[in-house]
Structures are given as structure tokens and as C-alpha cells.
């Protein structure tokens, strides 16, 4: 049954600031940091009743803002397969956050378990991490006193990147069954990372060393664990932007979010031409990489390079291996893909466009045997059906050369984090393949070019009145809208745009891509004055 005073009791040590509304977007909660005391609360009691849910399968809490500024916080719920929380969901996060008192907070919970079907004799399990923000102690301490109000099961993972959480999950909801994902630690994962990435890189004409920007954030401390394990004589790597104990420094002026929306490297990383850098976020959920060339000029390598590296790499195996009858690889994009990269991609594989955010790339990239996916701004993964993986085990190669790219397809299901886009897991992908290519990133980059483009942000009245649909590339509303930006779009020579509602931020956004940088520009501003 529901010990409701001790829910009552508490809460009452997590009271809800006033004049604040919660919502559980794209990314879960996400506020300063000083306002989300009783959001993270109620978060433990929602991650307990979903457990109960779900047979007492074991649900993820990773406490992170990812790369918002330090003085922010957040927290977003992980499903028992690793995956975001289901969005059915999202409503009741959003329902307990907003209970205006603890006996509200009460009848809220009462009223998820009735809706939802709760079995309260189930016992709950969760795992919880946090990111290195100076407020997630304090923030965590909230979380598990909800955990403890429904007597829940945990686990205690400490200081971890969110895709380490999400991993962890799977792991321990997989563990001794014939799905088993991997050791359920931060050492199993970086183990089983390690031997991929062994297997792939043994022989190897090792190249020059890559610089990585960890943001001053997890994924320093968590790069240079995975080091020590895998060792530095198959992955030369320097370490930047390392310092996580220093206020402030966290995801300032550095990190995957300020180089691509900035396109320049992190701030005082002067750039060697020709030579590779690369760029973690601040939960270490996203990597872009980048160069310099002879003149000092950047280059950015990002999501959509990145997808198509990787995909060409897998097609490569997968037909060296004698699987390419049977394993068909297909690629998810949003919108915000640069038009050249979809061109490019479209010469040579299925390419299927999504809405913003994690999960509906995640979803799409289901309905391919293998599915890459990658948002420009550098998160994405690839997912191997279960069909395809069993394909793949099962096979038995017809000549040497088959029988050594099956090995290495082998491996890179392994070195794959597939539950979530994985920095440290998407570094090794992109290590390997350039290493198996024996590219410098100036012949990555020779795929395609990208076009110019623009992204600017519109203050609106209210971004509600903007709906969208084709996968967000038209306006249905507000009325007329969509009309005209056509009309500008069709004046410019390889016009593009669209124009979103923000998930995480009161705007809406233009995106606009022409054949030069000054009509880029010219249409970007056009319609952000149609919207305006
Ligand atoms: C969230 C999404 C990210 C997306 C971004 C767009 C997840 C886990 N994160 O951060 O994928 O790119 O929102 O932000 O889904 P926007 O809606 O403000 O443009
Ligand atoms: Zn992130």
C-alpha cells in the first residue's frame, strides 16, 4: 500500500517554489538549478512508480543539464531498455513537479497509479547518476528521499556521463538472459568498449593524435578512466578542457554545443591544420569533431558527417562480410540536416526525416536492420535490430576477407552504445573508421560540402500558435505562414527553410540554407520577419 505520510512528511522537506512551473520537455526538467529541489523529489517517487509499473524492472535517474550553463541543472528519466522515458509518461512528470502542496503532491500520486494501473506490491528498483555540477549533490539528496518514500530499490552510480546511465540500465534489466548488454558497472562498460575497440584497431597504422574538448565537464574524469583501461598505445589522445573542480568552467566557451553553433573551436585551442579535434558536450551525450586547414580556416565535421562516415563504413562491412542481401542499413535525419549531407546520403542509402529530439531518430532507426542516426549537432548512434544481430552471429564467412570483416562487424556492435548517442563510444566509432580508412579529417571531409546555412531564433507572442508537420518542414498554423515563406524560398538560388517551435527554450527557430552565405543569411532574416 501507499505510506502516504511518509510522502507527506518528505515532501514537506522539499517544498515547491512558488511562481514556477515544471514542465518535462524533449530533455526532461531542465531549470536553475536553485528551483528544482522538489522537481528532483518527485522525479524519485514517478522513477519508482514507473519500476512498479514494469514488473520492477529497474528505471534510470541522470541528474545533468547537459550543456546548459553551470548554474542550471536537470533530470530526465531512462526506460528499462537504456531509451528515453516513454512519452506517455512525460504528462504524469509534469502532473507530481506541479502539485502545489504535499497533500496535492499526494492525490497527484494516488491519481498516476490509478491512471496508469500501478501495482504498489511490485518493489521498485532504480539506478541514479549525476554529471559534475557543485548543485548535484544536494539535488541527488532529493531524489533518493523520493526513491526512499516508496521504499525503492537503489543502485548508486555515482559520478557518470548520461549515455554510462543509460547503458547501466540495460545491463541491469538484461543481465543473465540471452539479451545480456554487458557487466552492469562503469568498469564493464569501459571494458567492453575496450575489447571492441582492441579488436578493431590491432594492426592498425596508428594516426596522429586526437585533442578532446571534454567541456570541463563528465566526460573528463570519465575519458581518462576509459584511458587507463583501453591504454595508450592503440588511442593517442590529449585531453582539454579537463578541469571539472574550477567554478564556472563548466561548457564555457568550449564543449560540442559552442563549437557548432559558433563553428570555431573551443576558445584559446588553437588549431594545428590538418590535425583532428573533437568536442564533447557537457554530460558527454554528443561529440562534433573539426580542423583547421593551411590558412587556419575551420571546418566542422559534424552529426551529419558523422552519419555518413559511419554509414558508409557499415555498408563496406556488411558487403565484405557477405551480409549485403540480407542487412540493409538506413540513416535518420531532422530537418536541420545540412541539404548536402541528404543529398549525399540519398546516392547510397535510405534516408528517412524525424521531428526534433532523441527519441523519434530512435524510433525511426528501429525500423531499419541496422539504423544509424545523428543529429547535426552531433547526438546520434546506430542500432542493430535483434534480427540483424542474430544474423550477424550466426553467419559464417565464405573467404578469409569475409571472415575478417564479420569480426570487425562483431566488434563495432560492441564499441556501439545503443541505447543512447555516447561521446566516448561515438570517439571510438569515428577513431576506428578513420583508422581503418587512413583519413585525415580533410579526406573525411571530402564527401560533401555543406551548404550555407543559418540559424536564427525568433521571439514570439506565443510559440504554441506554431504547428508543424512533415517531420517540421512546413507550418500548417499559423495560417498563411507557410505560403509565404514558399514564396521567399522559391526567389533563392538551392533555398531551404523552416521554422520550428522550440522544445527547451520560449522561441521558435528559422532554419534557412541557400547557395551562398550572404543569401543564406539574407533568406534566414526574410523569414524571421514572416514569423515575427
Ligand atoms: C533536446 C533534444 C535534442 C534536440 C534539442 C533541440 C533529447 C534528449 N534532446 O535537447 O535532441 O536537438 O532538444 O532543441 O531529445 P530545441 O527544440 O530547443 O531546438
Ligand atoms: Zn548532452
Request: aromatic share 6%; charged share 20%; with cysteine.
Amino acid at each position: 500500500s501507499l505510506n502516504e505520510q511518509a510522502i507527506r512528511s518528505a515532501s514537506a522537506n522539499h517544498p515547491r517554489p512558488h511562481n514556477t512551473t515544471f514542465a518535462y520537455g524533449t530533455a526532461g526538467f531542465r531549470a536553475n538549478a536553485d528551483t528544482l529541489d522538489s522537481t528532483m523529489f518527485r522525479v524519485g517517487i514517478l522513477a519508482a512508480l514507473r519500476s512498479k509499473k514494469l514488473a520492477g524492472q529497474t528505471i534510470g535517474i541522470m541528474v545533468t543539464a547537459s550543456h546548459n550553463p553551470e548554474q542550471d541543472n536537470g533530470v530526465k528519466l531512462v526506460d528499462p531498455h537504456g531509451e528515453m522515458l516513454h512519452s506517455s509518461w512525460e504528462q504524469y512528470a509534469t502532473l507530481l513537479a506541479n502539485a502545489v502542496s504535499d497533500d496535492s503532491l499526494v492525490a497527484t500520486v494516488r491519481q498516476v497509479i490509478q491512471a496508469t494501473g500501478v501495482d504498489l506490491a511490485v518493489k521498485a528498483k532504480v539506478v541514479f547518476g549525476h554529471d559534475t555540477r557543485p548543485s548535484c549533490r544536494s539535488l541527488v539528496r532529493a531524489v533518493v528521499d523520493g526513491l526512499a518514500a516508496l521504499d525503492t530499490d537503489q543502485v548508486n552510480a555515482g559520478l557518470v556521463t548520461t549515455p554510462q546511465l543509460h547503458y547501466l540500465v540495460r545491463c541491469l534489466n538484461t543481465e543473465g538472459t540471452p539479451e545480456a548488454y554487458g557487466e552492469p558497472t562503469v568498469d564493464g562498460y569501459y571494458r567492453k568498449l575496450a575489447t571492441a575497440y582492441s579488436t578493431l584497431a590491432t594492426g592498425r597504422h596508428l594516426l596522429p593524435a586526437l585533442t578532446v574538448d571534454c567541456a570541463n565537464g563528465v566526460g573528463a574524469p570519465k575519458l581518462k578512466e576509459f584511458l587507463k583501461v583501453v591504454g595508450n598505445d592503440l588511442l593517442p589522445i590529449i585531453a582539454v578542457r579537463d578541469s571539472t573542480t574550477q567554478a564556472g568552467h563548466l561548457n564555457f566557451d568550449c564543449g560540442a554545443d559552442y563549437v557548432k553553433t559558433q563553428q570555431r573551436a573551443p576558445r584559446n585551442v588553437e588549431l594545428v591544420p590538418w590535425q583532428r579535434y573533437a568536442s564533447f558536450d557537457g554530460d558527454a551525450d554528443r561529440i562534433v569533431f573539426y580542423y583547421a586547414d593551411a590558412d587556419g580556416v575551420f571546418h566542422l565535421l559534424d552529426g551529419d558527417k558523422i552519419a555518413g562516415l559511419v554509414a558508409g563504413f557499415i555498408m563496406d562491412l556488411v558487403k565484405d562480410a557477405g551480409l549485403d542481401d540480407s542487412v540493409k542499413v538506413g540513416v535518420v535525419q531532422t530537418a536541420y540536416a545540412n541539404g548536402a549531407s541528404t543529398k549525399y546520403l540519398t546516392e547510397g542509402v535510405p534516408v528517412t526525416c524525424v521531428p526534433t529530439g532523441v527519441k523519434h531518430l530512435h524510433h525511426a532507426a528501429e525500423s531499419y536492420d541496422v539504423g544509424v542516426y545523428f543529429e547535426a549537432n552531433g547526438h546520434g548512434t546506430v542500432l542493430f535490430s535483434p534480427l540483424t544481430l542474430s544474423t550477424i552471429s550466426a553467419h559464417s564467412p565464405s573467404s578469409p576477407s569475409a571472415s575478417a570483416a564479420l569480426s570487425n562487424l562483431r566488434a563495432l556492435v560492441d564499441l556501439i552504445n545503443q541505447t543512447v548517442g555516447d561521446a566516448i563510444s561515438d570517439m571510438l566509432l569515428v577513431e576506428t573508421i578513420l583508422l581503418h580508412r587512413q583519413w585525415s579529417p580533410a579526406q573525411w571531409d571530402r564527401a560533401y560540402s555543406d551548404y550555407p546555412n543559418r540559424l536564427v531564433k525568433v521571439l514570439v507572442a506565443d510559440r504554441t500558435q506554431f504547428v508543424t508537420s512533415d517531420a517540421e518542414r512546413r507550418l500548417d498554423k499559423p495560417e498563411g505562414v507557410q505560403a509565404a515563406i514558399d514564396d521567399a524560398v522559391a526567389k533563392v538560388d538551392g533555398g531551404r527553410s523552416f521554422v520550428r517551435p522550440s522544445g527547451t527554450e520560449d522561441c521558435v527557430r528559422v532554419y534557412a540554407e541557400a547557395a551562398t552565405r550572404d543569401t543564406a543569411d539574407e533568406l534566414a532574416n526574410t523569414v524571421a520577419r514572416i514569423v515575427h
